[in-house]
Structures are given as C-alpha cells and as structure tokens.
C-alpha cells in the first residue's frame, strides 16, 4: 500500500557557479561562527579562500581536522572550543564527514547531560542545537539536504546514525566547481553511495508509488550516464552538475516518501568501516549484490521493473532478475570498487562479530524487518 507520509524539508539549496560568493547573506550579521574543516583539501582547491572572502569582515573561529568517518574524540574537542567561544552559528566546509561532524557538534554544544555519546546512541535526547550552514565540496552523502549524522567512536569501533529535524543545516552551497579538485576514487564512492541510497528506497517490493519508483528511476540512470563522464573528464561542469544534484535528491527523503525502505546494506556496511575502516561507499559494494541474490524471492517484482526500465533487458523474469543483480555489481566494478568483502580483509571472524553486535543490539533489518543478525552473517559469507 502506498503508505501515508508528511513531508518537510526546511533546508535553503544554492545551487551553481560562484555560489559562496552569497555566503555572508545566509548567516545572521551578529553570529559568531565556528568553520569546520577537514584534513585540509579546502586550502589547495581555493574553497578556503572563497569562503573566507564571502565572509570579509565576520567573526570567525576555526576548526579543522573533521577526519573521513569522524569521530567522537575529534568532534568534542569542537565542541569544547565552541563552548568556550559562545558560538552562535556553525559553517560546515567540506564532505559528508564535515557535515555530519558539525551537525554531531551543533547538537552536543549547548547539550547538558554527562555524556554527548548518548546523544548518538539515543539514549538521551538532545533539546536544542546551534544553528549550522554546509559549504559541499563532496557530492555523495545527501547530508547538505538531511538532518542524518554518522558519528564513530575510535574506542569501542561504533559507527552509529544520529540525526533529527533540529540539525537540518539553514542553507547548504553546491557549487559544483568545488569538486573538480576530487581524486577519482572519491567521485566513484560518491557514485556508488548515492546510487546505493537510491536502491535502499526503492528495490523492496511494489506499493505502486508511481513517482517516487519513476524519480528513483530516474536519479539512478542519471548516476549510470554521467559516471564515466565526470570520472574521464572532471571538469565537465554539466557531468558534475548532474551528479552533484543527484546525489543530494537521493537522500533528501523525497524519493523514499510513502514507500518501504531497506537499509540492510548500510547498516552492515557501517560495521564493516567500525572493524576495518573501509570508505563508506566501498562497504556498500561488498554488500548489496549479495543482499539482492540472497533476498531475491522478496525483492523479485522490484529487481524486474529495474531490470527492464532501468537497464534495459529483456527476457524472461528468472533471466531479469538475475540480469538486474549482476548489473548491479558490474555496476560497481565499473567504477572500481570490488563487491567482495574479502578484498578488505573481512572474514569469518569479522563476520561473527558483527552478527554478534546485531544480537547485542536487537536489531532485525530490512523492508520486512527480516534481515536477523543470521541472516546478516550469511549475507556477508556470500561475500568473502
Ligand atoms: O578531509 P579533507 O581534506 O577535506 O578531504 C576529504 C576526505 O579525505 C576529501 N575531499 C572532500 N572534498 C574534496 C576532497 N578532496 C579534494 N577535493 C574536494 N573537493 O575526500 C575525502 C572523503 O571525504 P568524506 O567527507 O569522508 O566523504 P563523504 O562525503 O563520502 O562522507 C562519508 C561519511 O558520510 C557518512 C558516511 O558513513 C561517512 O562517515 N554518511 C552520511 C550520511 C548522511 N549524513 O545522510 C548518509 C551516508 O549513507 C553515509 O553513511
Ligand atoms: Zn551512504
């Protein structure tokens, strides 16, 4: 059934060329802000100086070294300086980690229980947050456009989402120019995540949501034109326009409106970070063609419609179904990620951990709620 949905987005998109230059204008004149960074790309592809021109004037304090995958360690030390500092407003400048990171601070700032984890963990809730703004300069994760955050904790290995309205950035800026300084292996992870929270949306079962099957569609045909365009030619501004637009639709929570959703794929991914450290869009390879042979009797009325209007095949339904998964994980070679878990050192020891996780945690996944921690570990030997 196509389910009932409310729907809101509050966050301000400005879109194109030479789109820091109206930076000033989105953040309140009296803020104080606090500038959150990375490991340093901003310096060498002249987002730094962008920024720091469009805020001629501003005060401003700094806080760089938001890692890939942030954590918790690093992001207190954040959020101790703006406490210290009284800031007021938040200016996220860089990929999804330095967005998420700085959603992570914007809500552990002015947070006053004994310990910002339990704001990731859920088991406080946070009441307010200061308010963030986000520079992208990685189109990959949607987190410009969501109020998601996922936050690692070095100590114990976690890797956990946090997230609420509180924490949807006021305005993100998508210049897409930001992005040709990108080495190739981050434009393929950003391809391979963005098409993989399209497929967590939409490759469950049938509800007859028409337009959001038709958007999904289309964002994923969109990611497969544009792929080997932007990776050959990284200044191709229509390529990475495209791309860097489709990427934040897929997780702006329009194309998931009033339909079941998966997520199996990310979860166990983002254990597979927690114990190996692999790149976010790496784990979802090694996963989802797995995931997709293993739940195919499920997933099989969604893997045909895929299979014809997506890719184009015809045959019959046992030959669309197997012709839909194995373009899928061609899908991800293409850009030069292996779908085998193996290629990272994963093993059966690793596998027996994260199920274990799953059993501590109680937590069953998928569309139907069905994915138990045994069937996790199964997906995963498939995968080795
Ligand atoms: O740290 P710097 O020096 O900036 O370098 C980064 C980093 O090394 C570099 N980079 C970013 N923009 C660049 C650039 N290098 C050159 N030129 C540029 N323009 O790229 C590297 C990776 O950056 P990162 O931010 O880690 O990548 P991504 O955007 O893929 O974010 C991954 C994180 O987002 C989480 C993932 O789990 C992972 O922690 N996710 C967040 C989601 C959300 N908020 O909704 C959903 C996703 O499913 C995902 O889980
Ligand atoms: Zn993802």
């Known amino acids: 059934m196509f389910n009932n949905f409310v729907y809101q987005n509050p966050v301000k998109i400005l879109f194109g060329k030479g789109q820091i230059a ?4 989105q953040i309140p004149a009296d803020a104080k802000i606090l500038l ?12 730094y100086e962008q920024v720091k021109t469009a805020l001629e004037g501003r005060n401003i304090v700094e806080f760089g070294g938001i890692e890939a995958n942030p954590t918790y360690e690093t992001l207190m030390q954040a959020v101790e300086l703006g406490r210290k500092e009284g800031i007021t407003f938040l200016l996220a400048v860089g990929g999804g980690s330095v967005l998420d990171g700085t959603k992570f601070i914007a809500a552990a700032i002015p947070f006053e229980g004994e310990d910002a984890w339990q704001i990731v963990t859920g088991k406080e809730k946070y009441k307010t947050a ?10 990959a994760t949607g987190s410009e456009m969501n109020y998601y955050a996922v936050i690692s904790k070095k100590s114990t290995h976690e890797k956990k989402g946090m997230g609420g309205p509180l924490v949807y950035p ?5 210049d897409p120019e930001t992005t040709y300084s990108l080495p190739p292996r981050q434009i393929a992870n950003g391809i391979a995540d963005a098409f993989t929270h399209v497929m967590e949306q939409y490759m469950t079962y049938p509800v007859d949501a028409q337009i959001q099957d038709r958007f999904a569609e289309s964002v994923i045909q969109t990611l497969i034109e544009v792929a080997p365009k932007t990776l050959e030619n990284p200044t191709d501004y229509e390529a990475r326009a ?12 329009w194309i998931g409106l009033g339909v079941p959703q998966d997520w199996a794929t990310h979860q166990i991914g983002h254990e597979i970070t927690a114990f190996h450290g692999v790149d976010h869009a790496r784990t979802l390879a090694v996963v989802l063609p797995h995931l997709l042979q293993y739940k195919k009797a499920d997933k099989r009325a969604k893997l045909i419609q895929y299979a014809k ?4 095949l015809s045959g019959t339904d046992d030959e669309l179904v197997a012709g839909a998964i194995q373009k899928t994980g061609e899908f991800y ?3 030069g990620l292996p779908i085998k878990a193996s290629e990272y050192g994963v093993n059966k020891e690793t596998i027996e951990k994260i199920k274990q996780r799953f059993v501590e945690r109680g937590m069953n996944f998928g569309e139907k709620a069905d994915i138990t921690p045994e069937v996790v570990a199964e997906i995963l030997e498939m995968s080795i």
């Open 333 to 335: 070679e293409s850009l």
């Open 170 to 174: 006021k305005f993100s800026i998508l």
């Open 36 to 47: 959150t960074y990375g490991g340093g790309s901003i310096f060498q592809n002249g987002v």
């Open 309 to 312: 209007r997506v890719w184009n």
């Open 22 to 25: 109206q930076l000033s204008k």
């Open 130 to 139: 200061i308010p963030l703004g986000a520079v992208l300069t990685l189109p």
């Open 242 to 253: 495209n791309f860097m637009w489709a990427a934040t639709v897929a997780l702006n929570g």
